[in-house]
């Protein structure tokens, strides 16, 4: 398939764009990046996502999906080979779930603990190693949520493994505790170094800086 008939508006710093990216790559899917400044958005992205005017969006043949699990299992569905859900109905709503958990519970409580000061950021850090403390019951003894390959919660949860570190400098806060989730931090490793979606990833110096500026705007807007 032609890169021109898939094309992906996304940004570099952004998890749910990189999901999208490891998506393509593990289904070697050919596909055309077009970097969005969301300080200034495009008319493609405005014209392609009206609703929420956000990355990413994937546009395949002129159509465009937006939300990034949304677009993960349009590409499932859309290209079958290398498949990154299980065939099993239960197990595949099992990866559902923990994808949704992801979303609904792990990353908030980490952004919050990227914004919050005080006591309240210490309660929303506490929070955030609960809930991943939960997402690592999920992984049980497997390689990956996947079982021994990447798959549909590797590639939702996976960012954590960076985004989280980085937080947890700038910020001063611990939140993969590697003595009570021994097993997830040693998961986020595998995953963050699996050839394919290493190629992907930010440099950490560079996003490090971009989200030193990124928290000083948002603590200052709550101040």
């Known amino acids: 398939m032609s890169a021109d008939s898939v094309k992906l508006l996304g940004n570099w710093a952004s998890p749910s764009a990189l999901r999208v990216k490891w998506t393509l790559k593990l289904k070697e899917i050919e596909y055309q990046y077009v970097e969005e400044d969301l300080s200034n958005k495009s008319p493609l992205l405005l014209q392609y996502n009206p609703v929420h005017k956000k990355i990413p969006v994937l546009v395949h043949d002129g159509k465009p999906v937006v939300e990034s699990l949304i677009i993960l299992e349009y590409i499932e569905e859309t290209w079958k080979p290398n498949p990154i859900l299980p065939e099993d109905p239960y197990e595949r709503a099992q990866a559902r779930f923990w994808a949704k958990f992801v979303d609904e519970k792990c990353a ?19 929070e955030a190693r609960e809930n991943l403390k939960i997402l690592e019951s999920g992984l049980g003894g ?82």
């Open 108 to 126: 908030p409580s980490i952004m919050s603990a990227f914004t919050k000061k005080g006591e309240e950021k210490e309660k929303v850090a506490k």
């Open 142 to 223: 497997k390689q990956f949520f996947g079982g021994e390959s990447i798959g549909f919660v590797d590639i939702t949860a996976g960012w954590i493994g960076l985004w989280a570190r980085i937080v947890e400098e700038i910020a001063e806060v611990n939140l993969i505790d590697t003595e009570t989730m021994p097993l997830l931090n040693a998961w986020f490793g595998r995953v963050l170094e699996f050839p394919i979606l290493k190629e992907c990833l930010p440099p950490q110096d560079i996003l490090l800086e971009h989200s030193r500026g990124f928290h000083k705007i948002l603590t200052a807007a709550s101040s």
